[in-house]
């Protein structure tokens, strides 16, 4: 056990009261992506007055906080996301949401609280040498914030040799930290198809072009890509969300309209998805003699922790909580996270801090979700020991 980690959560739990009144206000307070004023206005404040650098409009509201101790060569990039959903909040907790139809229903508010946490106790205790670089992106969900801030040169102008991020999860014990080296989260990709035939009466298929029975043949052949293209070791997720066409029993409609939800462990396979998806497609079309327009448009990318980071996170982890609460042969998740751009260019490690396991649970983007206010004081010594750790 390190001699300086207890004196981190000692520390951090003499002001946790603080940082949780802080979780509290960004949760009643939530902003969508690209529009973190009020969030990114208290952060870049607090931060400043505990002496950070604090550069701002790094892909629109996103911020990076600079700070420096000793003279050590290293830099390190810890990052939060600040964005929150547009879900009507129905936790009927205290700190609900003031706005109508936003809430913070990832726990996002809980990133950036614990983020300032650290943030606090490393400016007040410089136990390190190096630079530390804290990351508070704007717009994950969905936007690809993080891509933005790469757009704006968030790694040239603040070089880093390592990053990672946390985020809080459902389903795993409170305050478990959760480690997973290579590919953790999956890419994600969407695809627009319509389908155009020829629309006439239902009593007269033979001088339509239906696109309604082409759609379900589309439908079911797509599964046969996960089921007989991927190789059966690798994952892959092809999932018709929507389908839409027709209006009436006795109108053959004159087109179908589908919108995929697209998902890979894995890049070699995410191209075969997309490849196949568009052959399977186009012969279809064909052999109904009808036309298909595809619109394929690439998410996030797989999500691929870097080995000797991952080790070195687990190892914090081990340091901090001890081996009984730390989880190192989790699954990956089909699920996807932007901080995948970021790891494209720079090693790092994204992990899990769980925020409570059993039956009654709440799944994050569910109007009852709420961040566990318990997992503050864990998750920022978290963060304060890797520092003290990364740049010694
Ligand atoms: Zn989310
Ligand atoms: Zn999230």
Known sequence: MDLQQPSAIHAITAFADEIMALRHHIHQHPELGFEEYQTSDLVAAKLQSWGYAVNRGIGGTGLVAVLQAGHGPRRLGLRADMDALPIQEQTGLPYSSVYQGKMHACGHDGHTAMLLGAARYLAATRQFSGTLQLIFQPAEEGLAGARRMLDDGLFERFPCDAIFAM????????????FHSGAFMASSDRASITLTGKGGHGAEPHKAIDPVVAAASIVLGLQTIVARNVDAQHPAVITVGSIKSGEAPNVIPQSAHMELSIRALDAGVRDLLQRRIRQLVAA???SFDLSAAIDY??????????????????????????????????????????FA???QHCPGSYLLIGNGAGEQVCTVHNS???FNDRCIVTGAAYWAHLTERFLS
Do not use: W
């Open 341 to 343: 751009y970021l790891l």
């Open 167 to 178: 985020h809080n999860m459902p389903g795993f014990p409170e305050r478990k930290l959760v």
């Open 368 to 370: 009852g979700y709420d």
């Open 284 to 286: 279809q079309a064909q």
């Open 297 to 338: 448009c690439e998410g996030y990318p797989v999500l691929v922790n870097s080995a000797a980071e991952t080790a070195f996170a687990q190892r914090i982890g081990e340091e901090l909580v001890g081996a009984d609460n730390i989880i190192c042969d989790t699954r990956p998740l089909m699920g996807s996270e932007d």
